[in-house]
């Protein structure tokens, strides 16, 4: 994977280089406020994301229950990430050209929002285009603050005030065993790496199962936490358990698990979010130290429309969201 070192693009990188790079780690992480260099005007903003990028998935979420998907417009990098980076290619079947700044590259929006810039380059992206520049690259810290950003704007509150701080701690919970888990045993070195990663895995997993028994969704209503662990396990069973052998138990061997999947898979807006075959392509195909020929498996196949009657726990959605109804029973 490449870096933009002072701005120059370097494929000749590595990890263990990184520890000798003083990186911007801190470049781009603003928020949306009132009296600051950025309001909360939704039609000033923009989101470059990737469909096969769990971690932009919960910003298209996020962007999408609040009902921004007019307003924050979007654009939609190719899955297939090669030495280049991430790259736009409007020819292929769900992606996009850069819409604001015509970039080939997503290093470019980087490179203009800061010529000198050093560090990763990532999605999701959250771009300011009044001001020219990138407010936010980092996952959760986008979701939060278009969620407290645009709460009025569509009458839907997944960051309630009062419960911040107990939806953090199970974003927290999840996302050290569940969401890095799956890449920590992915592209573990060592056995040991690799079984330490897996346990975790499955350990928390079983605590969520058995949480869910009798909790529609992680704190009872739908909020950001649920928001950050439907990407991982939406591509569990086709992504996970084979590329990265995440292989002790598959999400659709757990009742609750599969069944909370479904069920916001099914909520108003998501299923729109979910592209499988971006997902498989980027994994299977760009990962050529774990999957060296690039084939990209025709399965399994996955039904995530089925009936999951999980609205009979008592959890909500927001009212504004409304219910989807089941679909066919198992």
């Known amino acids: 994977m490449g870096r933009l070192i002072d701005g120059t693009w370097r494929t000749d990188i590595t990890n263990e280089d990184t520890a000798e790079i003083d990186y911007n780690e801190t470049a781009f992480r603003n928020k949306l406020q009132e009296g600051g260099r950025h309001p909360p005007d939704p039609e000033r903003y923009h989101l470059y994301i990737s469909r096969a990028c769990p971690w932009a998935h919960g910003a298209v979420l996020t962007r999408t229950l609040l009902g921004l998907d007019d307003a924050v417009t979007m654009d939609v990098v190719d899955p297939y990430r090669a ?24 290093r470019e929006v980087y490179t203009t929002a800061d010529s000198s810039y050093t560090g990763r380059v990532s999605v999701p992206v959250l771009w300011d285009k009044r001001e020219e520049t990138i407010v936010n690259e980092e996952s959760d810290e986008i979701m939060r603050t278009l969620a407290v950003a645009f709460t009025d704007y569509d009458g839907v509150d997944l960051y309630p005030a009062d419960r911040r701080g107990e939806i953090d701690e199970v974003i927290e919970a999840i996302y050290a065993p569940i969401n890095k888990g799956v890449y920590r045993a992915g592209f573990a070195s060592t056995q040991d790496e690799y079984e330490t990663a897996v346990r975790g895995i499955f350990e928390a997993l079983d605590r969520w199962e058995s949480i869910l028994s009798d909790r529609r969704f992680l704190l009872e209503d739908l909020t950001l936490a649920d928001l950050r662990l439907f990407p991982t396990l939406v591509r569990f069973d086709a992504v996970y358990y084979t590329h990265f052998k995440t292989n002790l138990r598959r999400i659709s061997d757990y009742p609750n698990l599969r069944a909370y999947t479904r069920d916001i898979y099914q909520l108003p807006g998501v299923a729109e979010t979910v592209n499988m075959d971006h997902i498989k392509e980027h994994y299977y195909r760009s990962h050529g130290e774990i999957n060296p020929g690039g084939i990209v498996p025709t399965g399994p196949e996955l039904d995530f429309e089925r009936s999951h009657n999980r609205n009979t726990l008592g959890g909500r959605v927001p009212d504004e969201l409304g219910e989807t109804p089941d679909g066919e029973s198992d």
């Not at 280049?84 to 080939?104: E, I, L, M, R, Y």
């Open 83 to 106: 030495e280049d980076g991430w790259q736009f290619t409007p020819t292929k079947a769900g992606c996009t050209s850069d819409t604001v700044n015509g970039s080939d590259y997503l």
